[in-house]
């Protein structure tokens, strides 16, 4: 009986120490405090997916509010009060013949005109043919008129000459908004010379773009999409130009402030024999300014 009961303490020992055991590393769990695996992050969506992405810290980051924008007959407005925009659109030989007074007179104010574009297989640099008559057209109808150059340049030193290119097809012309650098992925196009180029370049060809035409006295920008912009182009390096949003919908809900938001490819203006790319330009308005103090007079 004596071995039995020592048997039976030996076990409940045993249970005690390790029920204590849970007790403890169960207590220990709990004042450990939980991992964040995001911290520092912000969730976006690239077009695709929604993702975790580290924001950079010195680009201005945006501020609208889906709330603030509304839609009537195919045009996107803002109600905010952060902003004043003006609507545009931006063209190229694709349209063809434009009746820009029939533009402007529906609201249009001002439009960005294809320049010229380089080729995707032999990378030749060409002048848009409409480009001159476009321009013509729409300062002459009373509109703000800005350029694009869209680019497949595979180095630097392409997109160096792209700029002085460009610098030389508008010579002469009234030019009153920035000269815009568009850089697109060819999908589904298997010689296309861009193809596996790898991304940190098509960055360093932006800022080489602005670079070369702030250096000749304009204003520069840079066209993109949520890849690109996410994913190619170092925005950080390109805070000081333009930003025009390739973002379509009804919400421009790229993580950093544009200038420019281009919402539809599908627009219809007056004027214009089928789709045209439809834009919002945001200016922000001035901080109001505090009244001047005023010292109490005694009655």
Request: charged fraction near 25%; charge should be negative.
């Amino acid at each position: 009986m004596r071995k039995a009961k020592t048997g039976l303490g030996l076990v409940l020992i045993i249970v005690l120490a390790a029920i204590a055991v849970l007790l403890f590393s169960g207590k220990k769990r709990k004042e450990e405090p939980e991992v964040d695996l995001h911290e520092g992050q912000v969730l976006i969506n690239d077009g695709f997916n929604d993702v975790w992405m580290t924001p950079y810290e010195d680009v201005e980051v945006n501020s609208l509010k889906k709330e603030d924008f509304g839609k009537s007959n195919g045009k996107v407005y803002y109600t905010g009060e952060d902003y004043d925009t003006v609507l545009g659109i931006d063209v190229s030989e694709h349209q063809k013949y434009i009746d820009w007074n029939q533009v402007a007179a529906s609201g249009v104010k001002f439009v960005f005109v294809r320049v010229g574009y380089r080729g995707y297989t032999a990378g030749g640099l060409f002048t848009d043919p409409w480009f001159r008559t476009n321009a013509d057209g729409a300062r002459a109808a009373g509109l703000d008129v800005g350029v694009y150059f869209y680019s497949q340049a595979v180095n630097v030193a392409e997109a160096i000459a792209e700029a002085r290119y460009v610098l030389e097809q508008i010579e002469g012309f009234d030019i009153t908004l920035p000269i815009m650098y568009d850089w697109e992925k060819l999908e589904d196009v298997e010689d296309a010379r861009t193809n596996e180029l790898d991304p940190s370049i098509v960055g360093d060809c932006g800022v080489a773009f602005c670079e070369t035409i702030r250096a000749a006295g304009y204003d520069a920008g840079i066209y993109f999409n949520r890849q690109l912009g996410y994913y190619s182009f170092d925005l950080s390096r390109l805070k000081e130009f333009k930003f025009w949003l390739a973002v379509p919908g009804d919400f421009p809900d790229f993580y950093y402030a544009g200038n420019i938001w281009q919402y539809s490819a599908e627009g219809e203006v007056p004027g214009i024999d089928g789709y045209v790319d439809m834009n919002l330009m945001f200016i922000k308005k001035p901080e109001p300014t505090p009244l001047p103090e005023t010292e109490e007079t005694a009655p």
